[in-house]
Each structure stands twice: as C-alpha cells, then as structure tokens.
C-alpha cells in the first residue's frame, strides 16, 4: 500500500514527532501528550509502521565518545562511464563511510565519512581516490552540527 500525504493528519504527524525526538517514548506518554487512548496511538504507530511511514527505530550515538570524533564530507568525481551501482559498491565498501548520496551534475556522488583523527581521514580519503574510477574528491570537515530532532531537545 502507498501512502499519500493526505492520508496522515495531524495526529499522526504529532506521533511522528515524538517518536523522531524519543523512539522510546511508550505508548501512554503520547497518549496523554495528543489525548488520545493508549489503544488508538497504538493503532495509529502500528499504522504508520504498515504502510511504510515509520521504518524502524534507532539509538543516536555520540561518535566522539566512541572515538570516532572527526566528521567530513566528501564530494566524488568519478569517470563518466561508472554507473552508479559501482559507486556504491566501492565507497560502501569503505568502513569509515557512513552514508553515500549519488547526486545530478558535479560531483557525481557526496559521502559521510567519520575518522578518528585528522591522520585517519587523510588515510579514508587516500584509500577513496584509489577506490573504483574516482578521478577526484573534495573533503569538507564537519564543525559543528545540528538536526531538527537534537534542536528541539535544547
């Protein structure tokens, strides 16, 4: 079944946000902040779940914490004729890649990276442009960062 935007009203979208701040927010916490019964937000999350809205839920990580405290991102340029599946096969390829987006014009793909350290991106970004038919990058670091998710909890 696809859903279309009309089919979710307001309600949904209000459990939509608390799960998106807290997954593990229980059923009767969202029952008492939208009034509704813990049986119909219940319905409503197994709903969403069904049709394909809510595709799971995850724990946030602090990165820093584990020792991964470097973020970059990296642009790719690759030779015309690599199809896409390749691109993905050769940055996914790559432990330290965290997400991949192939991308219309130039560059032709942009990639999450976490390292360690300055010297271990370095390494990441040496191993990519042997990778595949890259035939240049650009690395961006990452300074600082904010979501809608983690803004809401300040």
Not at 36 to 62: E, H, M, N, P, Y
Not at 81 to 107: L, Y
Request: hydrophobic share 40%.
């Amino acid at each position: 079944m696809v859903c279309v935007p009309e089919e979710l009203d307001d309600l949904d979208h209000q459990l939509i946000r608390l799960l998106r701040e807290d997954g593990r927010r229980t059923f009767s916490e969202m029952a008492g902040r939208i009034g509704l019964s813990v049986a119909a937000v219940k319905r409503r999350v197994d709903r969403l779940r069904q049709i394909g809205v809510i595709t799971g839920f995850t724990a946030t990580i602090d990165y820093a914490k584990l020792g991964w405290g470097i973020q970059a991102f990296t642009e790719l340029r690759y030779s015309g004729s690599t199809p896409v599946a390749e691109i993905v096969r050769t940055t996914t390829g790559v432990p330290e890649v965290q997400a991949v987006f192939t991308i219309a014009g130039d560059p032709d793909a942009l990639i999450h990276v976490r390292a360690r350290d300055l010297e271990h991106l370095q390494q990441v970004i040496d191993t990519l442009r042997r990778t595949g038919n890259v035939t240049g990058t650009k690395t961006l670091m990452v300074m600082g960062s904010w979501t809608r998710d983690t803004l809401r909890r300040s």
